[in-house]
């Protein structure tokens, strides 16, 4: 497995009582996998995929990336492993407004040190409709375009896993289903592991499977998925 959670647990401190934001989570991605996750509002899926993707430790468990545990790992190491070994694709862009979309897209190598590609690049520009966009800046271009670019950063360095919030929640549907076809492409085409957090039943569909997420702890899983049974599960997970 590429990604792998055991016993994952992490509570805040509320006002008048804890939230326990995750309980004991297990769960494993294989290599090439695209999943979804999904859940009411305060089910825990944003606090999920922050600790998965080293961006927040959890109180107990472990966190398997191609076998290490990252849980373990002082925050120099931390930052060195999600530099090479994750991308990050978020609902708001991130893009550095003074750099054209080709700068944007290498920055993250270049501060890594990471040796370029530049085949896999031009393959990646290519497929994601950006060659007569790369001297253009953030502000010359639409918002899915500037998605695109987020997900061209994200995978330019060939990471293990991308992680996906909720990438298409500033986009209308035909932009939203080009950034969700590009990251169904990188899973299928090119073995990397996708983690799309999402509330939206379409781009939930586009996934291999869903993992549903209630009260902080895995509710069930879909595999296969389409709009309607994920919104039969939606349906439940609110209803209970």
């Known amino acids: 497995m590429t990604l792998q959670v055991l016993g994952l647990t992490k509570t805040y401190v509320g006002e008048a009582l804890p939230v326990h934001a995750l309980r004991g989570v297990d769960v494993a991605f294989p290599r090439g996998g695209f999943t979804a996750v999904m859940g009411p509002s305060g089910s825990g899926k944003s606090t999920f995929l922050h600790c998965a993707a080293g961006l927040e430790r959890p109180d107990s468990g472990t966190v398997l990336v ?42 993250g190598q270049s501060l890594a040190g990471l040796t370029p590609d530049h085949a896999w690049r031009k393959e990646l520009v290519r497929s994601l409709g950006l060659e007569s966009r790369l001297r253009h800046r953030p502000a010359e271009l639409s918002g899915g375009q500037q998605q695109r670019v987020a997900v061209a950063r994200a995978l330019v360095h060939r990471p293990s896993v991308l992680f996906a919030d909720e990438p298409t929640g500033n986009l209308d549907s035909r932009a939203g289903a080009g950034v969700l076809g590009a990251l169904r492409r990188a899973a299928s085409e090119h073995g990397q592991t996708i983690v799309m957090v999402t509330h939206d039943p379409v781009a939930a569909s586009r996934a291999d499977r869903v993992l549903f997420l209630r009260d902080g702890g895995i509710e069930g899983e879909l595999s296969d998925p389409v709009p309607e049974t994920v919104l039969e599960w939606i349906r439940h997970l609110e209803s209970v």
């Open 66 to 107: 191609e076998g290490r545990d990252i849980t373990r790992l002082s925050e120099r190491e931390l930052t060195q492993v999600r530099a090479r070994a994750f991308g990050f694709v978020f609902q708001s862009f991130n893009l550095l407004p003074m750099l054209d979309a080709e700068e944007n897209i290498t920055i």
